[in-house]
T-cell receptor, first 114, second 115 residues
Framework: DQQVKQNSPSLSVQEGRISILNCDYT??????FLWYKKYPAEGPTFLIS?????DKNEDGRFTVFLNKSAKHLSLHIVPSQPGDSAVYFC?????????????FGRGTSLIVHP | KAGVTQTPRYLIKTRGQQVTLSCSPI?????VSWYQQTPGQGLQFLFE???????NKGNFPGRFSGRQFSNSRSEMNVSTLELGDSALYLC??????????????FGEGSWLTVV
């Protein structure tokens, strides 16, 4: 039973355009959401996060939007660059034994074409 | 500030053997969690340690175990290795407080191949 779902295994975008990666969750106890980027043979790198008290958080070219009523979040990358080509993982956490361990989606592979 | 360090980076083991992987968290981080990544399965949570105690555990068989030392360094052990245990094992650390907004930071991972 996947509590965090990334329904698009892959996404292809032209350089300079917007990349939109989507993520859905089912657990209403989740209150903190994170995005990680992973290159092959490396560990995931933390990108950006958002708390459930906000609906948008921006960091440079990366913006995360949260729609709590729809239990949906998205990561926007503008403009997309070839170096953004990687697997992007969405994660969500909330009170669980008091430790807030994130639950991850299966990832979306983003390819940005020059 | 040094990141999360995992050793070894790559290893090959034979079915039936056991393996121990090591993780040094970011200085000041008291929580260490372990994840398994296999193709198409995303990041599967194994367990989390905080102050030398296992605080959370994922749905893995008892062959997978771990521990944490007083300096927050952690090890995970897999006994009686099976071919399906071949994966990237990732360690992550965080401050670990019981507060929302707990961001975890990953190491480079240990690639385990079981033959």
């Amino acid at each position: 039973d996947q509590q965090v779902k990334q329904n698009s295994p892959s996404l292809s975008v032209q350089e300079g355009r917007i990349s939109i990666l989507n993520c859905d969750y089912t657990n209403s106890m989740f209150d903190y959401f994170l995005w990680y980027k992973k290159y092959p043979a490396e560990g995931p790198t933390f990108l950006i996060s958002i708390s459930s008290i906000k609906d948008k958080n921006e960091d440079g070219r990366f913006t995360v939007f949260l729609n709590k009523s729809a239990k949906h979040l998205s990561l926007h990358i503008v403009p997309s660059q070839p170096g953004d080509s990687a697997v992007y993982f969405c994660a969500a956490s909330g009170a669980s034994g008091g430790s807030y361990i994130p639950t991850f989606g299966r990832g979306t592979s983003l390819i940005v074409h020059p | 500030k040094a990141g999360v360090t995992q050793t070894p980076r790559y290893l090959i083991k034979t079915r039936g053997q056991q393996v121990t992987l090591s993780c040094s968290p970011i200085s000041g981080h008291r929580s260490v969690s372990w994840y398994q990544q296999t193709p198409g399965q995303g990041l599967q949570f194994l367990f989390e340690y905080f102050s030398e105690t296992q605080r959370n555990k994922g749905n893995f068989p008892g062959r997978f175990s771990g521990r944490q030392f007083s300096n927050s360094r952690s090890e995970m052990n897999v006994s009686t290795l099976e071919l399906g245990d071949s994966a990237l094992y990732l360690c992550a650390s965080s401050l670990g407080g019981n507060l929302s907004g707990n961001t975890i930071y990953f190491g480079e991972g240990s690639w385990l191949t079981v033959v």
